[in-house]
C-alpha cells in the first residue's frame, strides 16, 4: 500500500502539529482511493478533536457536521484520518489501534524540537521525515490489512517533500 500526499496535504499535516505541539493535533485525511494506493489532497485540522478520537468517533460527536459535509462532496473523501505524538514515535497506540477499520489510511506524525537538521527524504520503513525551522517531524501511515485484519505500514509518498530544505528563520528585528 501506498500512500501519496500533495503539496497541500503535506503542509496540511505540519501546520496542524506545528501549531498544537505540545499537545496532539488530529484531523481528516480528504482525497481518493486508487487501487493500492491512497491519494491524499487535503489535510484538515479537526481543532475541537479530542485527544485519541477517531473519524469513526467522531461521526457522533462534535464535527460530524464536518464529516456529514465532506461525505456530501462529490469525488472527494474522506480516506482516513491524522494525529501527531509530540516527543514519542510513530508507533500506534492501543487506542490508535481501537480506532482503526480497513479500506482506511490513519496518518501519524512524530514531532519534536529540532536537533541538528535533515533535508526531507524517505526512511527505510516507509516513513518520511525532515525538519523545518525548529522541529523535527516523521510522518508514517498505517492501515489494516483486510486479509489478515492486522495493521500494516505504508509507504508515504510526497514527491513535493523531498529535498526540501525549509530555510532557518532569519532574525527580522
Ligand atoms: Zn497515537
Not at 78 to 87: L, N, T, Y
Not at 99 to 112: A, L, N, R
Not at 145 to 155: E, F, I, L, S
Request: aromatic share 12%; net charge neutral; proline share 3%.
Amino acid at each position: 500500500m501506498q500512500v501519496f500526499i500533495n503539496e497541500a496535504a503535506f503542509w496540511g499535516l505540519l501546520v496542524s502539529a506545528i501549531e498544537v505541539y505540545k499537545k496532539e493535533s488530529y484531523g481528516l485525511l480528504l482525497g481518493h482511493r486508487d487501487g493500492d494506493m491512497f491519494m491524499v489532497v487535503n489535510a484538515i485540522a479537526c481543532q475541537k478533536a479530542e485527544r485519541h478520537a477517531t473519524w469513526v468517533k467522531a461521526r457522533d460527536k462534535s464535527y460530524s457536521r464536518i464529516v456529514n459535509f465532506f461525505e456530501n462532496l462529490p469525488n472527494l473523501y474522506i480516506v482516513g484520518d491524522f494525529h501527531s505524538h509530540p516527543r514519542h514515535n510513530t508507533a500506534l497506540s492501543e487506542d490508535d489501534l481501537y480506532g482503526m477499520s480497513p479500506g482506511h489510511v490513519y496518518i501519524v506524525m512524530e514531532i519534536k524540537d529540532k536537533g541538528k537538521e535533515k533535508y526531507w527524504s524517505y526512511n527505510e520503513d516507509g516513513t518520511l521525515s525532515g525538519t523545518t525551522d525548529n522541529w523535527f517531524i516523521k510522518i508514517a501511515a498505517h492501515y489494516i490489512d483486510p486479509d489478515t485484519g492486522k495493521h500494516r505500514m505504508a509507504d508515504v509518498l510526497c514527491p513535493f517533500a523531498i529535498g526540501f530544505n525549509i530555510k532557518a528563520r532569519t532574525p527580522s528585528r
